[in-house]
């Protein structure tokens, strides 16, 4: 599948270069791509994770809800311990687990931490159960909070940082934006969505989400979009590859009334 020639460029905000995983997606499509990174992921202080790691055999699960906390983890374990089984929050991360040997025991249809919590609660398998979340700097709360109104005692762990995203050009994105110069901008996480919108202000955020299609990942990065006041599409599969695809799709059919504002809850 080929893009037209006429579509804007695609924007990245994800932790990434130029040749990254999503831009390669989305180059594939024939698209081209302005990376603007919003967030980048950087060293935790991983004292912690290391301790709760050298008694990993004293959990249940453990959980993961990103492929930063598989490196973390993976990065210090080189297989999952003995009978402790691994839950993914996605298909995606699922993936990134098998490709370092650590296949999934328990994997939402629902790519967000409440479809993980959701999927221990049809399992029944959170009661009394020891959980170790290896977990960015900015977790929100939704998962450890969920597992522990289960009956699971959950023992989060920093295992990666997401900061501001230094190399963002703010004044080239906003000449991107004075000139609608964007397609469509995606979003794979809450802390992008946050971070565009700091490091643009309000206004040209809104002007850049007016004028081109926000496609988000999953509910749970859509929802950081809505509540600042934008209806963004969905990716079609919680995957590099379907934001990608979404994409192209939210610009050919072209920003739809409801995504240039909506109210804000």
Not at 40 to 57: F, I, S
Not at 256 to 261: F, G, K, L, S
Request: charge should be neutral; glycine fraction near 8%; hydrophobic fraction near 45%.
């Amino acid at each position: 599948m080929s893009a037209e020639p006429l579509l804007k460029p695609v924007v990245v905000t994800r932790h990434e270069d130029r040749d990254g995983p999503l831009s390669t997606e989305l180059k594939s499509l024939g698209l081209s791509v302005l990376v603007w990174a919003a967030i980048r992921v950087v060293p935790a202080d991983t004292d912690r994770l290391d301790e709760a790691l050298g008694r990993a055999a004293d959990f249940d699960w453990i959980v993961f809800t990103s492929r930063h906390a598989v490196a973390a983890v993976t990065g210090r374990l080189p297989a999952p311990p003995q009978g402790v089984r691994i839950a993914a929050v996605g298909r995606a991360t699922a993936a990134v687990l098998s490709q370092h040997g650590w296949p999934a025991d328990l994997v939402p249809g629902e790519h967000s931490a409440a479809g993980l919590v959701a999927a221990f609660a049809a399992s029944g398998a959170a009661m009394g159960a020891r959980v170790l979340y290896p977990a960015s700097s900015r977790a929100l709360p939704t998962l450890a909070t969920g597992m522990t109104q289960l009956g699971a005692e959950v023992t989060t762990v920093e295992a990666y940082r997401t900061a501001s995203g230094t190399a963002l050009d703010v004044d080239d994105c906003r000449a991107w934006i004075a000139r609608d110069g964007v397609g469509a901008v995606t979003f794979a996480s809450p802390s992008a969505v946050a971070e565009l919108e700091r490091a643009l202000g309000e206004q040209d955020f809104a002007r850049l989400l007016g004028n081109a299609p926000a496609v988000a990942i999953g509910p749970t990065t859509a929802r950081a979009l809505t509540e600042r006041g934008h209806v963004p599409t969905l990716a079609e599969s919680a995957t590099l590859r379907g934001l990608a695809r979404t994409s192209l799709e939210a610009m050919r059919a072209g920003p739809p009334p409801q995504n240039r504002r909506a109210p804000r809850p």
